[in-house]
């Protein structure tokens, strides 16, 4: 049954697990709940919500900090301003805040406010804790697992097993104070309450992890107006610029003490920043199991995920350098490449453009010679072993993320009473019964939203076909610069008229690229916002697959196009082809390879570099900027530092915004050495060098500059590992095409069977002579790369290589993707021992809680009887 979403009355959206106080709008500080504030700096102004109760029993630690600001400059703010339209609805939000503060009291939370004084504007301080009752009764209401019983601490790093055996130290390993212990667990019930570890003690049995994901639920399950109208969460209060800021608060500061700390006074953030974020741990493990402590498992699986790549980059670096060395140490005895530098048996080229001069063909020497570097005899097996790798990397990668969500307790994780989007509460015109839970909840219609889908999919490929313009541009800029270079009589231009072409063309495309970026996120966030998503997990995905297909045409586009279209419709001389009037692109002689190489090396190397200085100088200009804009004039009684106090250094820090950009740009990086790795072995070299560098930038900016994130649960890496799957499947094929038809192996294996296995005569081989008609109107003969008959018809080698070359893409695809397969089943996902752990844990939580006692296998264990029991649960 549907409803018009009118907001008339309230209905129970969200399961009601807020506890009502039960004197109701009688109890008096219900409805005047701000009676007592501390105040920091100047007295308090005359509005008259500017103190938040405190409760009798005083807080041990503050759990979550939501944040304000209130002041504005005296004149009138200009009509159709941001500042005009916050002051038109400052009373409405104020009623919101003022319900919404109301509704958190009534939950139970300690709540407690600091004001200060900053110029003209006041920063308001709500800091909430959770008593134990309270902590409790969610607890339980959230399915939340507590420890029943410790497990023995193993090294989870298979260096460090493997050098224990042998009696050595793992110099990658690196003692970690405070090592987080692991547990068997079991959903936690208030009625069993005494047989889960330390329950005897309020103050630590649940994590603060724990504690914050409880506050958030109530922040993000509290109304502040009608529910139908989505006026509910703190999510929605910070989207209407109610609130300005809502975390939970780091553990202390990070900094050492310059007098120094020993390692058990150290608290968990200082421990991060000592024994991970610093740079000079580049050659330590990480301690992931501390980050998963102090971040929650979606953070810790992306530095778990981060790290096994940047391991598996190193066999294929070490691979990729030795493919290049021989390349290297090969170049000066290739016989094609002498033949071409040899000036006593040179050929006359035909010219490149109907202006241009004829050209010698030893001109080139140089180049040929940097492109056998990456065109080698080592090419094809480069990208049968990259191919290989990437599958090899993903299966592992999934027994590795088994691995890790067991131990992290997030094997059985599901979220199955995830809540709508409030963007979506707010926009959805209907009501509709859930046949499931029989609660009403915001509907879209289905026709609405394909509607809007099929809208979003065109403007979509709108965006695609604007960046294919911007690289048909590009294509015709170089095009011309090449001519225009080549008619210039300065024999060194002549020499590198194809680089100097090509140098600058990269350097625009670069520079599109990251224009493109920062234009088309917002736009692809708001057309994934208007396509009306009802959850949250669908809204990510569906942005992140829009900005990939994105990302992937804006920056793959361009070496896509030397790759597998450039100089393939050419022509010949007398009859070439043209766009726009401007004769089409060729390769160089020894093929596009090289130009394909030095295009990844510019965009590759180029954006992770400009990243990277992002990454390093942005946040801490950003954190600059905040800092100043919260101390402009401010006076104080007290000469303290605003860094000093708790809520005041974490509002100065920068919000954190998700792991959307830090995995893009990973993903986007594996393309490159997996798509196009045929072209540059030195690609994953590269990759791992900045991936050394990527993780300690992350780790910095996670415990020094961002805001703690709430603590999120995850089964692994999400829609990424998706697109891994798809980029590893297109890779196959892309460098089977690369071998067959973009570089010149199956061409010179050719000539060696059908005519010399030694390569003399090859560049004869692959020149064809000027047809008669062109030699006639400039009385000149000359010679041009292509095989083609005098006439100009392609000739009988042409269409034997043909034949070779599709034949070579089949087999090779077949090969591997059979070789896939093969791993697939002979690794399985889930290790064997995970499986059984996974059982027996799934057998104690059973039996665990239940009226009886159990006992474990071992004599010890059985003098120690443990109540573990455990009301059957399911999952």
Known sequence: MLEENCGKNDSPLLINIIPRNEKGDSDESTKDPFKMSKVTGHSQSHLSDKSIPDFSAEPDRIDYILVWEEGFPKTQPKAGTRDEK???????????????LRQLRATGLHMEQHVVKSGKRSIHYVLLSAPWTVLCHYAEALRIKMPLQALPSQPSNWSTKLMRKLGLQDPLYEEVPDMPQ????????????????????????????????????ILEKTEFGHEKAGLFGIEQLLSEKVFNAAFPPHDGPFQIPPGGLAPEEMNQRQILYHYWARWRKWTKYQPLDHVRRYFGEKIALYFAWLGFYTTWLLPASVVGAVVFLVGYFNVSRDIPTQEICNTKKDHQMCPICRDCPFWKLSSICEIVKTGRLFDNSGTIFFS???????????????????ILTYRWDCSDYKDYEERPRPQFAVMAPLMIR???????????????????????????TAMVVFIALLVIAIILYRTTVTILVSKSENIFLLRWASHIAFFTGSILNLSFIILLDKIYIPITYALTNWEMHKTQSKFEDAFVLKMFIFQFVNIYSYPIYIAFFKGRFLGYPGNYHAFFGIRNENCIQG??????????LVIMVGKQILNNLMEIVFPKLKVWKQRKKLHAKQKRKNEKKTSNILWEANYELLEYEGLFQEYLEMVIQFGFITIFVAACPLAPLFALLNNWLEIRLDAHKFVCQYRRPVAEKAQGIGIWFCLLQAMTRLAVLSNALLIAFTSDFLQRTYYQHVHSYDLHGYINFTLAWAPKAFVSRYNHTCRYQAFRK????????????????????????????????????LVPDIPESVEIKVKQEYYLAKEALADHKIFFGTNEAKDQEIKLGFEDQEG
């Open 86 to 100: 916050h002051r038109n609805r400052e009373p409405e939000h104020h009623s919101w805040r003022l319900n919404f």
């Open 434 to 460: 859930n046949p499931i839970t029989n609660l009403e909840e915001p509907y879209f219609p289905k026709k609405n939203y394909f509607q809007r889908l099929f809208m979003s999919s065109t403007l979509i």
């Open 591 to 600: 093929g596009c390879l090289v130009e394909l190489a030095q295009e990844m």
């Open 384 to 402: 049968v072993f990259m191919s290989l790798w990437a599958v090899m990397f993903l299966e592992y990668w999934k027994r590795k993320s088994a």
């Open 182 to 217: 692991d547990y068997y667990t079991g959903l936690f019930k208030v009625n069993k309450l005494s047989r889960f570890l330390n329950s005897d003690n309020p103050k630590t049995f649940f994590a603060s992890t724990k504690r914050h994901q409880i506050l958030y639920e």
């Open 790 to 825: 005098e006439d100009g018809q392609h000739s009988f080698t042409f269409w034997n290589l043909l034949a070779i070359r599709l034949a070579f893409i089949i087999v090779f695809e077949h090969v591997i993707f059979s070789v896939a397969w093969l791993i697939d089943v």
